[in-house]
């Protein structure tokens, strides 16, 4: 199979904006040289050169890219001057996800990008097919991963087409996901230009006197349009946000301007996370996200957000769901020791500390004057802070799943499947050790893990710790043999089955 | 999937057969260590030196001083840590214990490697140690390192912990 036709002039459009500024620098370049009418030829021979040059290279690419499913794998040959044939098991498929953006949709092409557990990048792109092409190369790429495992569908009773609507976004949950992921990361964006604008503005127009009520309301304003727009923008990512049960995957659809559409095998969810930040807790909201070992370096510009299961949603909603996909026993937690509170206070006492300490410094050695010794009043803090930061922490160990949970402003519930165990590690730092504390973290392969949230149990006790991290590797070794007694009775029954049909 | 349908069969080798006692690394991975931090020790030196020098030059002394300290410190540190390293290849999993000012406990169950390698850089060679590291899929692999091992004592620890990945025969968790 080929790409779609119109994927090469939108290539050489995409890729000619690129190299737009190439040509006009090198046209400028020529153009120079020579000078007058006769320049103003040269540069635009080059320009049409290049031009005919960009797109002459994308029907090369176009009429040299194929791809096509044999028996065991999705094959891509491709390559203009290198070739390149790329096998990929159907089995190793972790997600496929479509994209479209705007002019895409208005073109009818998709973007096909299929993700494997190795290597730091997207496996495959198919840049840009049909949407009914891109539809059917998800839809078949998930038939024969069935197709792998055998009759399995027969077995279960389930019919091949048969899909559940497990979630769909409404337009009440959109408004809260607005407010639930406002967030001031924009602000550093905003800032840095406005840090030198804005002096001088408000040098040239605002009247003595009034600077000081401009400049707050000015960094208020700005607090609050960037909270806004970053709302807005997960408003769009998510709109029209839904999450369907298929035989052997979870599939989803969502976006207002860039369309996304993913499948998500059942067979591979690593974790599965649970987060909810302060405002969504006071509203009772929650949302969830599944991690699969794809995405391993592709993902990390936009964090998680491909992988959302549920973007927002009631707390019961999104529990009742994570049980469907991962059977974990309950939510209620074993708190670390509260010798662990002090290690907090200790640590944000510091923290005040070296503030007044800073502001001192600020009035002892510059003209400016202020109470810097109020900033102590930060102390009253300290221990609700502490007290706050040690309430949210937590485990919960299951005969099949560990569970973690961690933070206060954006508190992560993690959920392990023992199956899933990569390593087990427990650390203490010094001054852990005189608590006799310890942090156990459970390492498994899925995206999260690679930007440094694993699960982990900060601050149990170290015998504890100790304890837990020989009760998970033990857990993995029976979950081991639970899947392969699993897998066998599996095989059997479908062996029978296939004599009996 | 091939299934294994005949675990446990007569053919079946004890995992326990590869397994070691709690070992410590080879003694003279704390000169390699010693001569890292002599090294860093004088690096930071010539800086604090460097930046004396520019600076103010009656504090000259400061920076072979700070240079010392930090030379010192490593070589505590490499000393410390030579003694809290151990390893222990378990019938179901490879246990490394070690680290001084943060002390890590990792398990890595056989099922999960993915690969093993041992690795020899030129001072190693000249010192006659080598690294054996073992990749797992998850995102601390690289932290799954064993050094100070001799050339002997890597390949052995390489074949035993290959032979029980294999002899586990790890499912894809992937």
Do not use: C
């Not at chain 1, 090369?60 to 098991?89: K, N």
């Not at chain 2, 070992?23 to 931090?37: E, M, P, Q, Y």
């Not at chain 2, 020899?120 to 998850?138: D, H, K, M, N, Q």
């Amino acid at each position: 199979m080929q790409l779609d036709p119109l994927s090469i002039p939108y290539r050489a459009v995409e890729r000619g904006l690129q190299a737009v500024i190439g040509i006009a620098i090198a046209g400028i370049a020529g153009a120079g040289s020579v000078g007058g009418l006769e320049g103003l030829a040269v540069f635009a021979v080059i320009v049409v050169v290049g031009i005919v040059l960009s797109v002459g290279w994308q029907v090369a690419y176009y009429r040299r890219f194929e791809y096509q499913f044999t028996e065991d794998t999705f094959d891509i040959d491709s390559g203009v001057l290198s070739r390149r044939a790329r096998e990929i098991p159907y089995g190793r498929i972790q997600n496929v996800d479509i994209r479209q953006n705007v002019i895409q949709r208005v073109l009818g092409i998709a973007e096909v990008r299929l993700e494997t557990a190795g290597g730091g990048e997207t496996e495959a792109q198919l840049r840009y097919v049909s949407r009914d092409d891109a539809e059917y190369v998800q839809e078949e790429v998930s038939r024969r991963k069935r197709g792998g495992a055998g009759e399995g569908d027969a077995v279960e009773g389930v019919v091949e087409e048969s899909e559940t609507q497990l979630f769909e976004l409404t337009h009440r949950e959109l408004v809260i996901l607005g407010v639930v992921s406002m967030d001031l990361r924009l602000l550093s964006i905003l800032a840095i230009p406005l840090s030198f604008v804005g002096p001088s503005v408000l040098a040239d127009f605002a009247p003595e006197g009034v600077t000081v009520v401009l400049i707050v309301a000015g960094l208020l304003a700005l607090v609050v349009a960037s909270a806004i727009f970053s709302g807005l923008l997960s408003m769009a990512r998510y709109y029209g946000f839904v999450l369907l049960d298929r035989a052997e995957e979870y599939r989803y659809e969502r976006g207002l301007f860039q369309r996304f559409s993913g499948s998500i095998p059942k067979d591979k969810v690593q974790t599965i996370t649970l987060t909810e930040n302060v405002i969504a807790r006071r509203l009772g909201y929650a949302s969830l996200t599944i991690e699969t070992a794809g995405y391993a370096g592709s993902n990390q510009g936009n964090g998680s957000s491909s992988q959302s299961a549920i973007p927002v949603a009631e707390r019961e909603r999104v529990v009742s769901l994570a049980h469907r996909i991962e059977y974990f026993e309950g939510l209620e937690f074993e708190r670390p020791p509260k010798r662990a509170r002090e290690r907090y206070a200790v640590r944000y006492t510091l923290v005040v500390a070296f503030l007044v300490a800073v502001a001192y410094g600020v009035v002892r050695f510059t003209e400016l004057s202020f109470p810097w010794y109020a900033l102590a009043a930060g102390l009253l803090l300290v221990p609700v802070a502490a007290h706050l930061k040690w309430l949210n922490r937590g485990y919960r160990l299951e005969d099949d799943h560990v569970v973690t949970r961690n933070g206060f402003w954006s508190r992560r519930i993690t959920i392990v499947p023992s199956y899933r165990i990569q390593t087990v590690v427990t650390s203490e730092t010094i001054f852990q050790r005189r608590r006799n504390l310890a942090t156990l973290v459970v390492d498994t392969a899925g995206a999260y893990s690679l930007l440094g949230d694993d699960a982990k149990a900060v601050d149990v006790d170290a015998d504890v710790a100790d304890a837990l991290r020989e009760d998970l590797a033990e857990d993995l070794q029976d979950a081991i043999v639970e899947y392969r007694h699993q897998r066998d009775r599996d095989a059997t029954v479908r062996a029978e089955h296939v004599t009996d049909g | 999937m091939q299934t294994h349908a005949d675990e446990g069969g007569p053919d079946v080798a004890d995992p326990t057969a590869y397994t070691t006692d709690v070992r410590t690394l080879d003694s003279r991975v704390r000169w390699l260590w010693i001569g890292r931090a002599l090294i860093i020790g004088a690096f930071v030196g010539g800086i604090a030196t460097a930046v004396a020098f520019g600076v103010d030059r009656s504090y000259l002394w400061a920076g072979p001083l700070v240079g010392g300290l930090v030379a010192a410190l490593g070589v505590i540190h490499s000393i410390l840590l030579y003694r809290t390293w151990s390893y222990e290849v378990r019938a179901d999993s490879l246990f490394l214990d070690r680290g001084v000012i943060t002390r890590v406990q990792t398990v890595v169950p056989y099922v999960r490697v993915q690969h093993i390698d041992t690795s020899r850089g030129p001072i190693e060679r000249a010192v006659g140690l080598s690294t054996l590291v073992v990749y797992t899929a998850g995102s601390r692999g690289a932290d799954v390192t064993v050094p100070g091992l001799t050339p002997p004592e890597a390949d052995d620890l390489q074949t035993r912990l290959k032979l029980l990945a294999i002899e586990s025969e790890g499912e894809d968790a992937v």
